[in-house]
């Protein structure tokens, strides 16, 4: 079976994933009737729906107020002043500018780069591990931390974004956090030793956790509301085309030019983002109303659709805020969200899908994890342009439920050409499996790759974009760096302890084992 992390919450960890329990688990924490299956609307609109609610309580109306969601109730500040959009159109044409696009597009250069140094370790582990001296080599205990150490680096980043995002600005850490994954392929590029790899791997995963935290956030607050779900989901995109770029370069490059490569998306943003705007809900709070007008029109076109709301005095964060329910209801929704989608477990396959395919006997394993990364693309696309249609809440359940048929499938498949008196099941990194054939392994290699790809394309069209899209909208301005570093945190240290663990298990489950 394959080897993957999974959380129950009434049963503990359990052998098969259910990502559906999680769906289900979040939909009871979001309304009190889970069997109404009806699409949320971003949470912007939620604010402005309960800020407009209470604008007519006080004028003495009572009918449509009365009416409205408690959830918009709840999730709205109690600082009359958080009660109103700092961007959406209160009516007439929306906004039509182009140039939004353009500042998403570099923006989301900073997924892509991550993107590229997670998917880097799958090509280059095979190529360390068959590296002859001088050049450094890897054994099973240097892979699985070459693997892992992304992710911690990560998690310290998700920290120093939470920071740097409210007090820089979203477009200086933008620009900051390049300049750790460029050093960090630099330093892989010149690497003499296996110190000087997982020394650059830790470099490239503190600006991982950064860009995954400030770009989300910088496309959320300079998106109108007719393409925010769009662009939003396009951060998702992004990734996998990192990973999908990792993976073709890794077909042709040996580790080293691999590296080389890396250092190009982020270059790029550095360039691309000198002359993008910050955002005008960042301005405003900094009382810079001039800037805000001018970046609302560099990136709208016009300042039609635009909502000038009461800013008062920039609060800052304390942890008694966290007992208001406008506040910890996302905090528990957002931090949820972020664990869950780490503890499905798709980091270790992206981590080590050529050596997944190794494993599972194909020919050619590169090719193998090409496709997947073709099908990750592919379906990210589909959710971002059916995002605002569909529904986060729907998208969540229907990818719980593709990749629990998914894993359940890998997992039968590995029963039936590796099963046996030994409990050969298990995967190891490098070693062979048995140098004994297994006809029935032959017929069923598509199998592997058919379930691992209905797992990545259910992981894509859900799991995948949804929580990084929420984070950055719901949570209201003055909490956002901290609430969203927290869950950035859990989402990169659940993808350490997924990580690291995946081949220890195997490690530990295949020993004893011997080739034959």
């Known amino acids: 079976m394959l080897p993957l992390v999974y959380f129950n919450m009434r049963a503990g960890p359990s052998a098969f994933a259910n990502p559906a329990l999680h769906s289900y688990w979040l939909l009871l924490l979001c309304d009190s009737d889970p069997a109404q299956h009806r699409p949320p609307p971003p949470a912007a609109h939620w604010l402005r729906e309960a800020g407009a609610d209470r604008t007519r309580g006080a004028g003495g109306g009572s009918g449509a107020g009365a009416g409205r969601s408690a959830l918009a109730a709840d999730m709205t500040p109690e600082d009359p002043e958080e009660t109103q959009p700092l961007l959406g159109p209160p009516g007439g044409s ?37 590296a002859a001296p001088p050049a450094p080599h890897l054994d099973d205990a ?9 992710t911690l680096g990560a998690a310290a980043g998700g920290v120093l974004g939470g ?25 892989i590029t010149a690497a003499q030793d296996v110190w000087m790899l997982l020394g650059g791997r830790l470099l490239t ?73 910050e955002t005008p809900r960042f301005l405003l709070t900094q009382h ?12 709208w076109g016009s300042e039609q659709g635009w909502e000038d709301p009461p800013i008062g005095a920039e609060q800052s964060f304390h942890p008694a805020l966290l007992r208001q329910p406008g506040i910890y209801k996302p905090f528990i929704i957002g931090v949820s969200l972020m664990a869950f989608q780490q503890l499905s477990g798709v980091n270790a396959v992206m981590f080590y899908a050529e050596t997944i395919f190794e494993e599972a006997k194909f020919k050619d394993s590169s090719l193998a994890s090409v496709v997947v990364g073709v099908i990750q693309v592919l379906f990210t696309a589909v959710a971002a342009l059916i995002m605002d249609r569909a529904g986060r809440r729907l998208l969540l359940v229907l990818s719980g439920v593709a990749m629990v048929f998914s894993t359940s499938a890998f997992g039968t498949y590995f029963k039936l050409t590796q099963g046996g008196p030994g409990n050969s099941s298990h995967m190891a990194l490098s070693a062979p499996v048995s140098a004994e054939p297994v006809d029935a392994s032959v ?28 984070m950055s909208e719901i949570f209201p301005l003055h909490v956002k760096g901290v609430a969203t570093g927290m869950c950035v945190l859990t989402n990169w240290l659940m993808a350490f302890l997924v990580t690291k663990e995946f081949s220890s298990l195997m490690s530990d489950n295949t020993a004893g084992l011997s080739p034959s």
């Open 94 to 130: 929306a906004p039509r500018g182009r140039r939004v696009f353009l500042a998403a597009f570099a923006a989301a250069l900073g997924p892509l780069s991550f993107g590229f140094a997670l998917g880097y370790s799958s090509p280059a582990i095979p190529s360390l591990q068959r």
């Open 142 to 150: 240097a892979a699985s931390w070459f693997g892992a150490i992304v």
């Open 163 to 187: 920071w740097l995002v409210d007090r820089a600005g979203r477009k200086l850490s933008l620009l900051l956090c390049s300049v750790p994954f460029v050093a960090g392929f630099a330093v």
């Open 205 to 277: 995963g503190l600006a991982c956790g950064v860009a995954s935290l400030v770009a989300p956030v910088y496309i959320s607050e300079i998106a109108y509301p007719a393409v925010r779900g769009l662009l939003g989901s396009c951060v998702q995109l992004m990734v996998v085309v990192g990973i999908l770029l990792a993976y073709l370069a890794g077909w042709v490059l040996e580790w080293r030019w691999l590296a080389v490569l890396g250092c190009a998306p982020p270059s790029l943003m550095l360039l691309l983002m000198c002359v993008m705007p």
């Open 288 to 299: 810079r109303r001039q800037e805000a007008m001018a970046a609302l029109r560099f990136l």
């Open 443 to 470: 017929g069923l290699a598509w199998l592997a790759v058919g379930s691992m790809c209905l797992f990545i394309a259910g992981f894509a069209v859900g799991w995948g974009p949804i929580p990084w899209l929420l």
